[in-house]
């Protein structure tokens, strides 16, 4: 590099324009940092207090991080095209409400008694398959031939 290419890239205007750009951004994504957290605090109350998220929010975010991302794609020279409000608020992604599903019906239910739990337990004791211990007496010191 000889000094005719540093002194021209010195005092090149897109350079300095790029550079007020890239101030612009910076400072854009500082805002932009602090709604993302806002958006982020606000989602969880509301799944907190409702159970499920809010697909406004969710929607929110999504369109969010993609300025973000463009944004630091500009500020990292990963590309020459400048965000919102150079170019379109990026569209969030179409979300999917999930189906609604019956509740299955519990394959093994709890017993109703304790009766009936000592019933289920002898019943699954009578029938357990004979293991060796069983027959061979010389395994199972505790048993008498």
Do not use: C
């Amino acid at each position: 590099m000889d000094k005719e290419t540093v002194k021209t890239n010195i005092t090149s205007a897109d350079h300095w324009m790029r550079f007020v750009y890239m101030l612009l951004f910076a400072v854009i994504l500082y805002v932009a940092g602090i709604v993302v957290g806002v958006v982020v605090l606000i989602q969880f109350l509301f799944a907190l207090f409702t159970g499920s998220d809010n697909t406004q929010l969710r929607q929110l975010g999504d369109s969010l991080s993609q300025y973000i991302h463009a944004a630091l794609r500009f500020l990292t020279y990963n590309s020459d095209d400048k965000p919102f409000p150079f170019a379109d608020w990026p569209e969030a992604a179409p979300i999917a409400e999930p189906a609604v599903q019956e509740a299955a019906p519990a394959q093994n239910p709890e017993p109703a008694s304790e009766a009936s739990a000592s019933e289920a337990k002898a019943a699954s004791e009578t029938t357990r398959e004979p293991v060796a211990e069983d027959t061979d007496p010389s395994l199972n010191p505790n048993k008498k031939p």
